[in-house]
């Protein structure tokens, strides 16, 4: 019977220098995978710090990413958003109450109003934010990152501080100022164009007896009627 072949010095060093190769590829592989962990960890750190909701769609319009507070305003949770459709998860509606289909015309859809979210509970929020394509190292697009924020407290207040500005605020008319913009542009509009502009004037008759035998108070209620 013969004994087998036992390899030689030069095959041993060779298996020894592969063995060697495999052990040094495996090393590199474990520090690659440990840094995308570390990188994934501080991207997910950052998604759930930043103030704004953040969601991150696929081509095809699937959610693959909904951070905290996208899923605070939203009402979903990362796990039930990911791979439904956007429009499913964040729904958006304009002024007129038409959906508005963010990833083809984003959050001011041809206007300047502030569009509104439903959330998943119904209740409506308003919101402003952007819309911006997600590129790969080839600068191919992959995806859709979608940023958005809670304006209805701020949006409230502006309006409000709008109104209050431009109206008197006994009896909800517009005030002298709004008056004497609309006067000088009616004056202009008929001195440019020949158009004619009728101008009603109403005078209260004895409203000061009302005032002194009512009072301011009385005065006021008779203004607002």
Same mark, same amino acid.
């Given at each position: 019977? #013969?004994?087998? !072949? =036992? /390899?030689?010095?030069?095959?041993?060093?060779?298996?020894?220098?592969?063995?060697? &190769?495999? *052990?040094?590829?495996? %090393? %590199? @592989?474990?520090?690659?995978?440990? #840094?995308? =962990?570390?990188?994934?960890?501080?991207?997910?750190?950052?998604?759930?710090?930043?103030?704004?909701?953040?969601?991150?769609?696929?081509? %095809?319009?699937?959610? !693959?990413?909904?951070?905290?507070? @996208?899923?605070?305003?939203?009402?979903?949770?990362?796990?039930? &958003?990911?791979?439904? /459709?956007?429009?499913?998860?964040?729904?958006?509606?304009?002024?007129?109450?038409? @959906?508005?289909?963010?990833?083809?015309?984003?959050?001011?859809?041809?206007?300047?109003?502030?569009?509104?979210?439903?959330?998943?509970?119904?209740?409506?929020?308003?919101?402003?934010? &952007?819309?911006?394509?997600?590129?790969? %190292?080839?600068? !191919? /697009?992959?995806?859709?990152?979608?940023?958005?924020?809670?304006?209805?407290?701020? !949006?409230?207040?502006?309006?409000?501080?709008?109104?209050?500005?431009?109206?008197?605020?006994?009896?909800?008319?517009?005030?002298?100022?709004?008056?004497?913009?609309?006067?000088?542009?009616?004056?202009?509009?008929?001195? *440019?164009?020949?158009?004619?502009?009728?101008?009603?004037?109403?005078?209260?008759?004895?409203?000061?007896?009302?005032?002194?035998?009512?009072?301011?108070?009385?005065?006021?209620?008779?203004?607002?009627?």
């Amino acid at each position: 019977m #013969a004994s087998p !072949t =036992r /390899p030689d010095q030069a095959e041993l060093a060779q298996a020894r220098a592969r063995i060697q &190769a495999l *052990e040094n590829a495996l %090393e %590199e @592989a474990r520090a690659e995978a440990l #840094a995308c =962990r570390e990188a994934l960890q501080r991207s997910e750190s950052a998604l759930s710090a930043i103030a704004d909701g953040i969601v991150v769609t696929d081509l %095809e319009g699937r959610i !693959t990413t909904l951070n905290p507070v @996208a899923a605070h305003l939203t009402g979903w949770s990362e796990a039930e &958003a990911r791979g439904r /459709p956007m429009s499913e998860v964040v729904r958006i509606v304009d002024a007129r109450g038409d @959906a508005v289909d963010l990833l083809t015309s984003g959050f001011c859809n041809g206007s300047d109003d502030i569009v509104s979210l439903l959330r998943r509970d119904r209740h409506v929020i308003l919101v402003d934010g &952007a819309v911006a394509l997600v590129h790969d %190292e080839a600068r !191919t /697009p992959v995806g859709s990152i979608v940023t958005f924020r809670n304006v209805t407290a701020a !949006t409230r207040m502006s309006r409000e501080l709008s109104w209050h500005a431009n109206h008197d605020a006994l009896t909800g008319l517009l005030n002298r100022g709004v008056f004497d913009m609309r006067l000088e542009r009616a004056v202009a509009s008929a001195a *440019e164009l020949g158009s004619r502009h009728p101008l009603p004037y109403l005078d209260l008759d004895r409203f000061k007896a009302v005032n002194d035998s009512g009072g301011h108070v009385a005065g006021d209620e008779l203004l607002r009627q």
